[in-house]
């Protein structure tokens, strides 16, 4: 078996990051956690993005955008090394895998379709694949997505789709190493503040 | 091995045979059980979901959005969740 190691980067609170770098990630911990690929730990391959991440945050409790000396002491990054074999990964990347999941979602849309909560609800897709995954048909551990946000361009309208690649890694073993990251520069900080409408 | 791994067909059929073996309220139960949110005034920073088969990003609709969309509205119920 061949096996891949992804650099990932977690955006959280300073307070946890501690006691995940000792005692790792608990993927069932967070099996509440209603985001898009469902249950599981979250990372961005890109340092930037898990810095933006935690921008957004502060800036969903405080309504407002932290200054950098702020979100450096309320909020921090953890770089994990995550090892897998290839075959444990579903890359949502890829047109086969793309296509066999979008056909899942819409059987599943159109065997819903007379059920008006299902029409108002949210979290569908995690909620599906949460599913697939309690009833083991879905076994791979570690996901992969890349998802595109617009951002506040003035001039670049045909680029302003940016790409954040994301793993969502389900279950504890594959991540082998927890470290923290100590270095975030203010241009770093000034690169992702800029890109703010 | 898992269901990705199967051929396009064959994923087809899984599927269908999967959903066959129950009824619409039984999987809706089975989605709530998994995460499916009925309220959709939802409290996160932001979400993603499969609209028309697009992945769009959202940003959450704050409470006063909320309370005045529903006084617009007139809707009691969504007053009391915002």
């Known amino acids: 078996m061949e096996?891949?190691?992804?650099?990932?980067?977690?955006?959280?609170?300073?307070?946890?990051?501690e006691l995940i770098c000792i005692e790792n990630f608990n993927v069932n911990k967070d099996s509440n956690d209603k985001l898009f690929l469902g249950s599981g730990i979250y990372f961005f391959i890109e340092l930037s993005d898990a810095l933006d991440w935690n921008i957004k945050k502060y800036k969903e409790i405080h309504h407002c955008i932290p200054t950098?000396?702020?979100?450096?002491?309320k909020y921090g990054i953890i770089?994990?090394?995550?090892?897998?074999?290839?075959?444990?990964?579903?890359?949502?990347?890829?047109?086969?895998?793309?296509?066999?999941?979008?056909?899942?979602?819409?059987?599943?849309?159109?065997?819903?379709?007379?059920?008006?909560?299902?029409?108002?609800?949210s979290n569908k897709t995690a909620?599906?694949?949460?599913?697939?995954?309690?009833?083991?048909?879905?076994?791979?551990?570690?996901?992969?997505?890349?998802?595109?946000?617009?951002?506040?361009?003035?001039?670049l309208q045909g680029?302003?789709?940016?790409?954040?690649?994301?793993?969502?890694?389900k279950n504890n073993d594959v991540i082998?190493?927890?470290?923290?990251?100590?270095?975030?520069?203010?241009e770093e900080y000034d690169n992702i503040i800029y890109f703010y409408e | 091995m898992d269901i990705f791994d199967l051929s396009f067909e064959e994923f087809e059929k899984k599927v269908d045979s999967i959903l066959d073996d129950m009824s619409s309220e039984e999987l809706l139960q089975e989605l709530i059980k998994n995460g499916l949110t009925l309220d959709t005034y939802v409290k996160y920073i932001s979400y993603i979901e499969e609209i028309e088969?697009?992945?769009?990003?959202?940003?959450r609709t704050s409470t006063i959005e909320k309370i005045k969309s529903a006084m617009i509205n007139n809707k009691k119920d969504m007053v009391v969740a915002a």
């Open chain 1, 3 to 17: 096996e891949e190691t992804i650099e990932g980067y977690h955006g959280t609170k300073s307070e946890n990051i």
């Open chain 1, 127 to 155: 909620a599906i694949i949460n599913m697939m995954y309690s009833r083991g048909e879905i076994k791979r551990k570690v996901l992969l997505k890349t998802f595109f946000e617009p951002i506040g361009t003035k001039y």
């Open chain 1, 79 to 121: 770089k994990s090394i995550i090892v897998v074999d290839k075959e444990e990964i579903l890359d949502l990347d890829k047109k086969d895998i793309l296509r066999k999941f979008e056909l899942l979602i819409s059987k599943c849309n159109g065997k819903l379709i007379t059920k008006e909560q299902y029409k108002n609800a």
């Open chain 1, 176 to 186: 082998k190493e927890n470290i923290k990251v100590n270095k975030i520069s203010k």
């Open chain 2, 53 to 59: 088969n697009v992945w769009v990003h959202k940003n």
């Open chain 1, 159 to 169: 680029l302003k789709n940016y790409p954040r690649k994301m793993v969502c890694v």
């Open chain 1, 68 to 73: 950098y000396e702020k979100i450096i002491e």
